[in-house]
């Protein structure tokens, strides 16, 4: 039984129109008159009353509909588990926000290249969600800023620095460096309180007397790179965040005394007793400079 046959049965009693079901399939109104008599005289039935323009549907045509529905659904579920079996294999990988933002992409299409037929997966999140997916089996590995726990392993993929960043109009791009005095009386913006970005850039202004002018807090840093742009303050950022803007001359490094230049890294982590993957040595041995 051909199948086309029924989906354009199923399609003309469904919108109730040879024209119609035409157009839903992106069919000529005669291809589809030709697929019904063809279905008719295969299964020896009359599907349709013909009354000029009109049609309805015989007590035969009645029998049969909902049969046909079954045909076309149950091959539609055999041609997607088909796919499914075609595809070798699914990786599912979590990245931190900010790294899928600004990394992935430029990553991505080489990867895909190496591993045509790998089926890819990203989910995002904070770092401390990924690292939790890793434990709980929710992703096969996880790319994230600095995490560590008993349960699980990581490869240091490299050093993300974290340097002061402005915005093209602000002040500071007059000075050749600023203190942490200074900065501090200007409004700062701070993103993901506790984590170990935000810990570091607190010990910095704790550890010379200096109280911050906390002006907003954001719970990651896109937020926050998006907040510089727009002037409302400035802030602490990584590289990874904001190269793209830097490149384009839209955020500017400012230097600071005592240099508050510090490194974050950008980890890899996987479960604790399972075997490395070949997709993790390739991001540490092909996709990211060691620094």
Request: hydrophobic share 40%.
């Amino acid at each position: 039984m051909n199948i086309e046959n029924i989906e354009a049965f199923i399609y003309v009693c469904q919108l109730g129109s040879f024209n119609k079901a035409a157009e839903a399939l992106y069919l000529t109104q005669p291809s589809v008159t030709a697929r019904i008599q063809s279905l008719e005289r295969e299964i020896d039935i009359k599907l349709f009353n013909r009354c000029g323009n009109k049609i309805s549907l015989t007590d035969r045509g009645e029998y049969f509909f909902p049969h046909a529905k079954k045909i076309l659904q149950s091959y539609q579920e055999a041609k997607y588990g088909l796919q499914q079996v075609i595809i070798p294999y699914e990786l599912v990988i979590g990245s931190a926000t900010s790294i899928s933002n600004n990394v992935l992409p430029g990553i991505l299409p080489t990867f895909k290249s190496q591993f045509k037929d790998v089926r890819i997966k990203i989910i995002t999140g904070h770092s401390k969600d990924i690292l939790q997916k890793v434990i709980n089996k929710e992703v096969d590995f996880g790319i994230v800023r600095t995490e560590t726990h008993p349960q699980v392993e990581s490869i240091r993929l490299y050093n993300d620095p974290i340097s002061l960043i402005v915005s093209r109009k602000h002040a500071y791009l007059k000075e050749k460096e600023v203190t942490v005095e200074e900065v501090g009386k200007l409004p700062l913006i701070f993103f993901d309180y506790g984590s170990l970005d935000w810990l570091m850039i607190h010990r910095l202004f704790l550890s010379n007397d200096v109280d911050p002018n906390i002006y907003l807090e954001v719970d990651n840093m896109e937020t926050a790179k998006n907040l510089v742009l727009e002037g409302l303050g400035i802030s602490f950022l990584p590289e990874h965040c904001v190269k793209k803007e830097l490149d384009n001359n839209e955020l500017f490094r400012v230097e600071m005394i005592p240099h508050a230049n510090r490194n974050i890294s950008i980890d890899v982590i996987y479960l604790k007793g399972k075997p490395k993957s070949i997709f993790m040595d390739f991001l540490e041995s092909k996709m990211f400079d060691q620094k």
